[in-house]
């Protein structure tokens, strides 16, 4: 299969990486609008660099998109690669509001292609232990959820695009909310039904909000907090699960600790495939053998609805019931 990446900035180049370690998957271009970063990506990779994603798309007829660019773009750019026949691999959030979505998936079903959203979660080696734990129900009942993330969401490198609302959508919960809010939805097996929350924007830059704290119940009935901060502080990414016997704390892209009686002891993960890699390999089986995908556009426009309603939410003071 030929595969492209539209976009070559943080998240595309690590696409290009974990394409170039897949057999049967041939990384055949870059489309990228600023040029010198379009040739230098190219000629890193052994591939075609454009300017014009268009272009790209009749030249190259990829057979995969990967489509790694700003989230006002997921629309447009998701609904030509499907009218050129291209199977895609949107990033997250898969777009600015639930009504793109619907757009992105009625254009995936016209043009029969594979629509896979970016919802990484799914493939580290941490929260799929932490998931089995779960559902195996060796710690008892699952009781509650405290997911917890600090970042320096205003590091000087960060782009612009990140802090304008027109083409982000909204700040760190619609960036790294869609992760705590898949995770969540993806660990309990679960949809969130409602959520109560606040936003505060005292950001340095743009107009999107830089923290959000939320409740949110789950159609499983066990309820989650998140706690998000960009501002300055002590960069923390923790999701404590408390059962009724005991307790996990996942800390993804580091590990998995376990307790039992009042200490945490490291969980030991089988060594696994790279989540990038992975998840593309996943794409690959569906596109071959006309598989489902766990992370369809159906699902990921859940996320996206959770999204909407925090803002809602914190607008109006009262609890949103997810539509
Ligand atoms: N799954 C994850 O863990 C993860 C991690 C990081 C980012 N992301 C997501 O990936 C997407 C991209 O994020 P990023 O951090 O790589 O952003 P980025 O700004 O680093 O990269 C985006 C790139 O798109 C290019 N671009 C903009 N308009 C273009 C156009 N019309 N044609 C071609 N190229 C264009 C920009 O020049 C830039 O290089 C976002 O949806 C983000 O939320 C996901």
């Given at each position: 299969m030929k595969l492209a990446v539209l976009g070559a900035g943080a998240i595309g180049v690590q696409h290009l990486d974990a394409a170039s370690h897949i057999d049967g998957l041939e990384p055949v271009a870059v489309a990228e609008i600023n040029e010198s970063l379009a040739?230098?990506?190219?000629?890193?990779?052994?591939?075609?660099?454009?300017?014009?994603?268009?272009?790209?798309l009749q030249k190259e007829k990829p057979d995969?998109?990967?489509i790694a660019l700003p989230h006002f773009l997921h629309k447009e750019v998701s609904i030509r690669c499907a009218e050129h026949g291209s199977h895609l691999l949107?990033?997250?959030p898969m777009a600015l509001n639930t009504a793109e979505c619907d757009e992105i998936?009625?254009?995936a079903e016209r043009y029969e292609v594979k629509l896979m959203v970016g919802h990484?979660?799914?493939?580290?080696?941490?929260?799929?232990?932490?998931r089995r734990i779960i559902e195996s129900g060796e710690l008892g009942n699952l009781v509650m959820i405290n997911d917890t993330r600090h970042?320096?969401?205003?590091?000087?490198?960060?782009?612009?695009?990140?802090?304008?609302?027109?083409?982000?959508?909204?700040?760190?919960?619609?960036?790294?909310?869609?992760?705590?809010?898949d995770k969540i939805q993806w660990m309990t097996q679960s949809r969130v039904t409602k959520v109560k929350a606040s936003v505060s924007f005292q950001g340095e830059r743009?107009?999107?909000?830089?923290?959000?704290?939320?409740?949110?119940?789950?159609?499983?009935?066990?309820?989650?907090?998140?706690?998000?901060?960009?501002?300055?502080?002590?960069?923390?990414?923790?999701?404590?699960?408390?059962?009724?016997?005991?307790?996990?704390?996942?800390?993804t892209g580091k590990g998995l600790s376990i307790s039992h009686n009042g200490t945490y002891e490291p969980v030991q993960l089988k060594p696994t495939v790279q989540p990038l890699v992975k998840q593309l390999l996943d794409l690959m089986d569906a596109i071959t053998n006309d598989?489902?995908?766990?992370?369809?556009?159906?699902?990921?426009?859940?996320v996206v609805s959770v999204i909407e309603s925090v803002y809602d939410s914190s607008e109006t003071g009262n609890e949103q019931v997810v539509k």
């Open positions: 040739v230098d990506t190219a000629k890193k990779y052994g591939i075609r660099a454009y300017t014009d994603y268009q272009e790209m995969i998109s990967v949107l990033e997250k998936i009625a254009a990484t979660q799914h493939y580290f080696p941490e929260n799929i232990e932490a970042v320096n969401y205003y590091r000087a490198d960060r782009p612009r695009w990140f802090f304008e609302k027109s083409q982000a959508g909204g700040g760190i919960m619609t960036n790294l909310g869609a992760h705590s809010i743009g107009d999107v909000e830089g923290s959000g704290a939320i409740f949110l119940e789950t159609s499983s009935g066990v309820p989650a907090l998140i706690m998000q901060s960009g501002y300055a502080g002590v960069s923390r990414n923790e999701t404590e699960f408390i059962f009724t016997k005991g307790m996990l704390k996942l800390e598989k489902l995908l766990d992370c369809s556009g159906v699902y990921s426009k859940t």
